[in-house]
């Protein structure tokens, strides 16, 4: 979860600083002190959660529902790295194709409410995780291969953050990104491309062993009805964009290919991946400023 709190809602504010005078044509009702107030609060929140007591010792008898119980014992450290690098580019998407249309008032009020949505998100699976303290399906590894089943991390399982924090991505920062597009291949194309990335990573967070299906299936759902709702609540006219039958097609494409690829992908059950680290660097665009991924996946 630390991926979270130490750079990605960081990052997304950093989506609101301007490269040049921006220009008063926004429909969005932002107020930057306040909305950076709200976001401040709900990451101190989760850092609050964090500062729990977790114990360690304990072992569920069963879980939440039948299906979950086949993902026990499940670990892979290559289907983590995988998604961890998927969640990367699923928040880093909507950013750069806000952002390379260049800076104007609306482009720094979407990146107010963008951060705003991943920071609630970040409360909401912070709050859970540490409240109901899920032990993870490696901890019932018996061949855990440099794994500790004993650190504060194995007992947060429910729910899946990665999941969360995904879907809140993909959603609110195509919403964002449709609302003031008017180019409806680019508003697909990327609908279904986060949602693609998204899906492909909640269920990679099962592959890994890091997660049960039930802690991924509320994770998304959190986190697409944060993504969803929060936008909504600073444009000026909520009807002013709706999905057109394109659009919802490539959303329900992304999920379908996402979870199918996230499972038809060969990924070694025990086989170490390095992932040397993720860094955020800008990225010059011929209209303004954009970020990109880079490290040794």
């Known amino acids: 979860m630390g991926i979270w709190r130490k750079g990605v809602v960081w990052v997304a504010l950093g989506w609101v600083i301007p490269?040049?005078?921006?220009?008063?044509?926004?429909?969005?009702?932002?107020?930057?002190?306040?909305?950076?107030?709200?976001?401040g609060v709900f990451v101190a929140g989760s850092l609050a959660f964090s500062t729990l007591e977790v114990d360690t010792t304990t072992r569920w008898k069963h879980e939440l529902i039948p299906w979950d119980e086949s993902v026990r014992g499940r670990h892979s450290a290559g289907a983590s790295a995988r998604s961890d690098m998927l969640a990367a580019l699923t928040v880093a998407a909507p950013v750069m194709a806000v952002v390379g249309d260049g800076m104007n008032e609306s482009a720094a009020h979407r990146g107010m409410i963008y951060a705003e949505s991943l920071s609630v998100t970040l409360l909401l699976q912070s709050a859970a995780k540490y409240l109901v303290q899920r032990p993870r399906p490696y901890v019932y590894s018996s061949e855990l291969r440099g794994r500790d089943s004993d650190d504060k991390d194995s007992h947060l399982s429910f729910f899946s953050g990665h999941s969360a924090m995904v879907f809140t991505a993909a959603v609110a920062g195509s919403f964002l990104f449709g609302v003031q597009s008017h180019d409806e291949v680019s508003r697909a194309t990327l609908w279904g491309a986060e949602l693609t990335m998204a899906s492909a990573t909640a269920n990679l967070r099962v592959r890994a062993g890091k997660h049960y299906f039930s802690d991924v299936i509320v994770g998304s759902v959190v986190g697409a009805a944060v993504g969803a709702s929060l936008p909504r609540l600073y444009l000026d006219n909520v009807n002013s964009y709706r999905p057109s039958e394109v659009e919802v097609g490539a959303m329900v494409g992304g999920v379908v290919v996402g979870t199918a690829s996230a499972w038809l992908i060969p990924v070694p059950q025990d086989v170490s991946m390095d992932c040397?680290?993720?860094?955020?660097?800008?990225?010059?665009l011929p209209t303004g400023l954009g970020w990109s991924v880079v490290g040794i996946f």
């Open 276 to 284: 040397a680290g993720m860094y955020w660097m800008p990225m010059g």
């Open 19 to 39: 490269g040049q005078a921006l220009a008063d044509d926004s429909p969005w009702r932002v107020h930057y002190g306040r909305e950076a107030a709200l976001t």
